[in-house]
């Protein structure tokens, strides 16, 4: 087994080695995104919305992944570029090795999720493991800081997603209200109160103004 490994070995290229490692590393990227930026939240608030309004597949799930997604990117620019700037480019141009690579890319991750989550958080994973509570920023762990802003995600997109529903609620009981002082208990409440929240978001321009809201919350 030795002599075949160092009969191959001369053949490795450098190059094909960093590029193989960086396609493996690929696969990890749609977990990555979900965990550690702002994905997790604007996606969650836009399917609130859709249930809001009583359309469970409208708009289609590849709609809501699509603006998430570019929502994403706009938000995530400054941290992307900095990602790109100070560990990509220099690794794909030999500048620098894949320990550094990955600790700059991190680094720059902690950065942004540090800026977001609470230190109650922190303090409950780290409690949760029963682990001492970092004594500075540099020393929090990804293991430990991804699951804390996970959970500031949910708590924070939960929220909004309150706020947004609180409106559509109103207008259902006001129309179940109405239908049931003239008498028409058979019909229901869904099939005249989703015409009205349609027009209603449409009149407020609701698009913009959750698009707004999401991107004014980081």
């Not at 702002?38 to 289609?60: D, K």
Request: hydrophobic fraction near 55%; include cysteine.
């Amino acid at each position: 087994m030795s002599n075949i490994i160092s009969s191959i070995a001369p053949l490795i290229d450098e190059n094909m080695l960093r590029v193989s490692l960086s396609l493996s590393l690929m696969a990890f990227f749609p977990a990555l995104l979900i965990c550690s930026t702002c994905f997790l939240r604007i996606i969650i608030v836009l399917s609130m919305i859709r249930h809001a309004f009583g359309m469970p597949e409208t708009p289609p799930n590849i709609a809501l992944v699509a603006l998430s997604l570019f929502l994403t990117v706009f938000i995530m620019k400054d941290t992307s570029t900095s990602i790109s700037e100070e560990a990509l480019f220099p690794y794909l141009n030999g500048e620098i090795g894949l320990e550094q690579f990955l600790g700059l890319g991190a680094s720059n991750l902690k950065s942004f999720m540090l800026s977001q989550v609470s230190p109650e958080e922190l303090h409950f994973i780290y409690d949760l493991r029963s682990l001492p509570y970092p004594e500075s920023v540099a020393s929090v762990s990804l293991l430990n800081l991804i699951p804390a802003y996970m959970i500031h995600e949910l708590q924070t997109s939960f929220t909004i997603g309150f706020l947004v529903l609180l409106p559509f609620l109103l207008i259902e009981l006001i129309v179940a209200s109405i239908l049931l002082s003239l008498g028409m208990m058979m019909v229901p409440p869904a099939t005249i109160s989703l015409p009205i929240k349609v027009v209603v978001f449409v009149l407020i321009e609701g698009w913009a103004l959750i698009v707004q809201g999401l991107v004014g919350s980081f």
